[in-house]
């Protein structure tokens, strides 16, 4: 069994910064990709940022220069920056990985931005 645990969602003012952190554990011995989607009230699930296991990193084009994903591949870890925050980046946002075509989710860490 995998799991995910996120953590470092809140609230925040527009024009703030979160750092979301996620940690993969049980049995894994390692990852293909790891990243971030997020969910905002009646929209579908959608991506912000990835990683793969080798750095390459990919954005939305909503969070791209003030979004910043990192990882640690020893401890099977991803990191979000968010500065620069607008409340239409108001979500739940969830931890994802992935690994030889399976899929793991985290339960989602809510994240939100007063104007």
């Known amino acids: 069994q995998v799991q995910l645990v996120e953590s470092g969602g809140g609230l925040v003012q527009a024009g703030g910064s979160l750092r979301l952190s996620c940690t993969a554990s049980?049995?894994?011995?390692?990852?293909?990709?790891m990243g971030w989607y997020r969910q905002a009230p009646g929209k579908q699930r959608d991506l912000v940022a990835i990683i793969t296991r080798g750095g390459s990193t990919t954005y939305v084009d909503s969070v791209q220069g003030r979004f910043t994903i990192s990882r640690d591949n020893a401890k099977k870890s991803v990191d979000l920056q968010m500065n620069s925050l607008k409340p239409e980046d108001t979500a739940v946002y969830y931890c994802?990985?992935?690994?030889?075509?399976?899929?793991?989710w985290g339960q989602g860490t809510q994240v939100t931005v007063s104007s």
């Open positions: 049980g049995s894994i011995s390692s990852y293909d990709i």
């Open positions: 994802y990985l992935q690994y030889t075509f399976r899929t793991y």
